[in-house]
């Protein structure tokens, strides 16, 4: 009995040892997911507005935002930001109508991302070369602005590059 006890207890460590292990190795290709989409897209200090840069003219249903998001629905990493996205915003105060999120192209991403987002920005979808999408010239995603008083505060290629709003 004694046996079958100290067996019980060692399974369910070893258990317990590989689902941390797993979390972490899961948490690091993320990382890596998102390093590896810089290198391959090109260089994203290139492509994106720079801090200070006034804001294109764009028509969009948010008069000031406070944080601008391009997704597409072509792109795997978009649907691994969104949540990540959603929870930035949560946790961070961000009004929904300051959080614009622009959403390019057709399909079920497209609907998948909008449910994810619509409870905490204003989401406007629109093809894949679409008026806002071309105003800001985004040709990287994602790619995720702060923006305030009309300018580029912080841009980024993932959420967790954004700066705290009250910071920026």
């Given at each position: ?112 991302l909008t449910d994810r987002l619509d409870a905490v920005a204003t989401v406007v979808r629109e093809p894949a070369d679409g008026p806002v999408t071309s105003a800001f010239g985004v040709r990287l995603f994602p790619t995720f ?24």
């Amino acid at each position: 009995m004694f046996v079958l006890v100290v067996s019980v207890v060692l399974v369910g460590v070893l258990g317990l040892l590989n689902l941390l292990l797993m979390t972490a190795v899961i948490r690091r290709l993320r990382t890596h997911t998102t390093q590896l989409a810089v290198l391959t897209r090109g260089n994203p200090d290139l492509e994106l507005l720079q801090p200070g840069t006034r804001l294109p003219a764009f028509t969009a249903p948010v008069a000031r935002p406070e944080v601008i998001a391009f997704l597409s629905t072509s792109c795997d990493l978009c649907l691994i930001q969104a949540p990540e996205l959603a929870r930035y915003l949560r946790e961070h105060g961000v009004a929904r109508d300051t959080a614009l999120v622009v959403i390019a192209g057709d399909g079920p991403a497209g609907q998948e991302l909008t449910d994810r987002l619509d409870a905490v920005a204003t989401v406007v979808r629109e093809p894949a070369d679409g008026p806002v999408t071309s105003a800001f010239g985004v040709r990287l995603f994602p790619t995720f602005y702060a923006v305030g008083d009309g300018r580029v505060r912080s841009g980024a290629i993932s959420v967790d590059q954004l700066p705290v709003p009250a910071a920026v």
